[in-house]
């Protein structure tokens, strides 16, 4: 019998090397393509568990325990709401987002001692980002009975409209007007001054906490803003009100993440009123929205097959179909 020579020896081994190896990596890449293909479809039932909960639990939306209008905040990738999502009696304030969206609240308020005089709040060093929205809701309370009372908000020296004209009354002994402005051009910089200037024939007379004061006002400035890092992380966050006086703390909000791989562009959320035309100016938004869509775009890794899966659902907001 011929036996092999050292070099037939070493090319036999070498070729047989050659095979084990490419069957190794074969099984490999088949491993890694299926555990990727698994890995898409847990995320993609994760994500439809959370968008099923979170169309329960939207389409259940109504006033928070403190008197707030069902809808807190209505943004592209932020929907703020009220609901009681775990049946116990009390009503949570419920904020789903996109990690990137950071937002935040402050409230100030001013008083005038003097007739016809003004006041001025100032809100500073609460961007970190860059500014995609911002409002402020303004209240006021004092002699305001008289259709030549009344007070004239400004935002950084711009005259942005009256509050209290016909509609509200001397020394009311809480707050009236409620008037909300989108100032999203005047706080883009990261700081912004209000100003409520009363008219002469504002008296000072009311005894509401202050004595003697013309009026006081009450400016509630809330914003939204694109944050870096994190671009896929969807969340939750859930506030349980607390007593007394009722109020949702902000400090107590418990986050958690619902899934790490949304990848959407385009709005996750939008918004339709009674007629089913989208809403587009944000302060309507929160007054005339009665159906929203809601579109996430999953995918573990976008650099790869396979492709986006889109969720797409539409909630109608049940004790928002009348008139609130």
Known sequence: MKSFTLVETLITIFIFGLIIG???????????????AWQQSVAIDEASRGVRTMIREIREAKPGDD?????????????????????????????????????GEQTQEC?????????????????????????VKVSVEGDFG??????????????????????????????????????TGEAADGVIQFTADATSQVDNF???????????????FSWEEDLPGLESEFKKGIINPVSPPIRYPLDQEEVSILSFYVRNSPPIFEYFDA????????PARLADAKLMKVFLIINIDPNRPPQDFELESYVQLRNLKEEY
Request: proline share 1%; net charge negative.
């Open 206 to 220: 009311c005894d509401w906490i202050e004595s003697n004061h013309a009026m006081k006002v009450k400016f509630e």
């Open 67 to 103: 008197g707030s209008y069902p809808i807190k905040k209505a943004g592209d990738k932020e929907f703020i709401f009220y609901s009681d999502i775990d049946k116990d009696g009390e009503v949570e304030r419920v904020r789903y987002f996109l990690a990137t969206v950071g937002s």
């Open 275 to 282: 007629d089913g035309d989208k809403i587009t100016d944000y």
């Open 146 to 183: 008289w259709s030549q009372e009344y007070a004239e908000i400004y935002a950084d020296g711009g005259y942005l409209e009256r509050v209290c004209k016909n509609s509200c009354s001397d020394c009311a002994g809480n707050w009236e007007g409620d008037v909300v402005f989108d100032v």
């Open 22 to 36: 490419v069957v190794f990596a074969s099984v490999a890449r088949i491993y890694k393509t299926h555990t990727y």
């Open 111 to 135: 008083v005038v001692f003097s007739d016809g005089g003004s006041c001025s709040v100032t809100f500073s060093d609460f961007l970190e980002g860059t500014m995609t929205s911002a409002e």
